[in-house]
């Protein structure tokens, strides 16, 4: 799958516009665009790492919650 598929899924699955996960992730938004659009293709790590990182969010969350 490509980086570009890949990202805009990883925003889309946390219900975030492109600005909430600019700011979020601290990726400029014009790159995030770029990279959505295929524009411009992000480093191959990139990916995982946001992916990391809502999936970090997402277990420190249930966490706290219990």
């Not at 990202?7 to 959505?36: A, V, Y």
Request: proline share 6%; with cysteine.
């Amino acid at each position: 799958m490509e980086a570009s598929k890949i990202i805009c899924e990883l925003r889309e699955s946390i219900n975030m516009s492109r600005k909430e996960f600019s700011e979020h992730t601290g990726i400029p938004i014009r790159t995030l665009e770029d990279w959505e659009a295929g524009r411009r293709t992000p480093p191959e790590y990139v990916p995982r790492l946001i992916a990391y990182q809502l999936k970090y969010e997402q277990i420190m969350s249930r966490l706290s919650e219990t």
